[in-house]
DNA sequence: CAGGTC
DNA sequence: CCTGG
C-alpha cells in the first residue's frame, strides 16, 4: 500500500525522529526497520479521534514526511499538528548559539543533534510516566502499547499491525481493573493507574469538562507551575519526577528540569550543585503552604531542578534533555515485531543547522495557548 | 538495578 | 514494591 506524503522542510540538526521518539519520551511510537518509517495513534488538532500517523525523514536528511492513514483529505491539519507536537517554534540551534553555549561551557562542544522536547498529549503523558517509575524504558514502552491493545479503541489494521487509541480515562474505568493489569504485569503500578483515571474522570465531571486533554490543559489556566504540580501529584503514583515530566512534555513548561538519579548525578557531577541547610530551609517553607508538595518533594532534588533552570534559563526542560540522552546514549523502542532492539545512536554529521521557511514561520500556537506558568 | 512513589 | 534483563 502507498500513501500521498505530506512534506515538511527541516534539518535534521533540528529534528531527528530516532533522537526524539525512541528516546524516552514518547512510548508508542513503532518503527518499522525496512521501510524505515515511524507510525503511531495520536489525536491531531482538537479532535478527540485517534488517527494512524507515519513518519519517515529522506536519505537526505532535511525533509520530514508525513501521512495521516485514511485522512489524506486534510493533510495541512496533520501539518500544522506536526509542527506543534514537534515544537517546530523552537529553534535549537538559537538555543545552542545564543543560550547555552555562552552560559555553559558543557555546551560548547555540543552540537544539535535533533533532540528536542515533544508537545504531547497530556493524558498519555500522565499514565506512560506512572508507568515509568523504577521501570525500564523497554517495560515502559510494553506496558503503553498493552494498554492501548487491551483497553484502547481498535482503529484499523495496517500489513497485519493493529492500530489502537489510548485509552481515555472513562476506557479506561470502565474497562480495566487492578487485577486485569496486574495479569498484564503492571505490578504495583496497575493501582495507580486504575486510581489516577477514577480522580480524572471525577476531576472533570466537577469541572464540568469531557475531554482529558481538555481537563489536563485547563489546571494550567492562571496557575504558577507549583500549583499545576501540587495538582498532578494529587494522583496516585504520581511523584515530583512524574509530574515535572507532565509539565514538560505534556504541558509544555519548557524551563522545567525533571530531576531523576541521572539527572541528579550530573547535576552534582558536573555542575558541583549541592544544597545548603539555607536553600533546603527556604525550600521547605515555600511547600509549606502546598499539602502534597510538602508531603512529596525532596528538598535536595527541587533544589537540583532550580540550580538548573538559573543555569540553563527558559528552556532548561530542553537542555537537560539534550544532555540526558548524552548521559544514558542509545535505548530501546519497539518495532512492527514487537521486538525490542538496541536502537542505534543517530549521531549527526556537523552540518551547519538550516532555519526553514517553517521555522521563521512560528508556529500559530493559539488553541494551545495556555498561560505560561510562572518559574519563580 | 532500572529515568520513583507509597 | 512488580518484573525482567
Not at 487491551?150 to 487509541?165: E, P, Q, R, W
Request: net charge positive.
Amino acid at each position: 500500500m502507498s500513501y500521498k506524503f505530506g512534506k515538511l522542510a527541516i534539518n535534521k540538526s533540528e529534528l531527528c525522529l530516532a533522537n526524539v521518539l525512541q528516546a524516552g519520551q514518547s512510548f508508542r511510537w513503532i518503527w518499522d526497520e525496512k521501510l524505515n518509517q515511524y507510525s503511531t495513534t495520536m489525536k491531531i488538532g482538537q479532535q478527540e479521534k485517534y488517527s494512524v500517523v507515519i513518519l519517515r525523514q529522506d536519505e537526505e536528511n532535511e525533509i520530514l514526511e508525513f501521512v495521516a492513514v485514511g485522512d489524506c483529505g486534510n493533510q495541512d491539519a496533520l501539518k500544522t499538528h506536526l509542527m506543534k507536537y514537534f515544537r517546530l517554534d523552537v529553534s535549537l540551534k538559537h538555543l545552542f548559539d545564543n543560550v547555552w553555549i555562552p552560559s555553559d561551557k558543557a555546551f560548547a562542544k555540543l552540537s544539535p543533534q535533533g533532540i528536542r522536547i515533544l508537545a504531547q498529549e497530556p493524558w498519555e503523558t500522565l499514565i506512560s510516566f506512572i508507568c515509568s517509575s523504577n521501570n525500564n524504558i523497554s517495560r515502559i514502552t510494553r506496558m503503553c502499547n498493552s494498554l492501548c491493545s487491551n483497553f484502547g479503541n481498535l482503529i484499523t489494521t495496517i500489513d497485519g499491525v493493529a492500530y489502537h487509541s489510548f485509552p481515555t480515562s472513562e476506557e479506561l474505568t470502565s474497562r480495566a481493573t487492578e487485577a486485569k493489569l496486574r495479569e498484564l504485569g503492571f505490578g504495583y503500578r496497575a493501582k495507580y493507574i486504575i486510581e489516577t483515571a477514577r480522580k480524572l474522570v471525577k476531576d472533570k465531571a466537577e469541572a464540568n469538562i469531557t475531554s482529558d486533554t481538555t481537563y489536563l490543559q485547563s489546571i494550567c489556566k492562571d496557575a504558577q507551575y507549583e500549583d499545576v504540580r501540587e495538582h498532578l501529584m494529587s494522583y496516585n503514583g504520581v511523584g515530583p519526577k512524574v509530574a515535572d515530566c507532565v509539565c514538560l512534555m505534556g504541558l509544555h513548561m519548557d524551563g522545567i528540569v525533571p530531576v531523576d538519579v541521572h539527572v541528579s548525578r550530573i547535576a552534582k557531577r558536573d555542575y558541583q550543585i549541592s544544597a545548603n541547610k539555607n536553600h533546603l530551609k527556604e525550600l521547605r517553607t515555600k511547600y509549606n503552604a502546598l499539602p502534597i508538595s510538602r508531603k512529596k518533594i525532596n528538598p535536595e532534588l527541587d533544589h537540583i531542578r532550580l540550580m538548573l533552570f538559573k543555569k540553563w534559563g527558559s528552556y532548561a526542560g530542553w537542555a537537560q534533555g539534550v544532555l540526558f540522552s548524552k548521559e544514558i546514549g542509545g535505548t530501546s523502542g519497539s518495532t512492527t515485531t514487537g521486538a525490542i532492539k538496541k536502537r542505534k545512536w543517530d549521531m549527526i554529521k556537523e552540518t551547519e543547522a538550516i532555519v526553514t521557511k517553517q521555522m521563521k514561520l512560528k508556529v500559530e500556537l493559539s488553541d494551545l495557548h495556555i498561560k505560561e506558568a510562572k518559574i519563580d
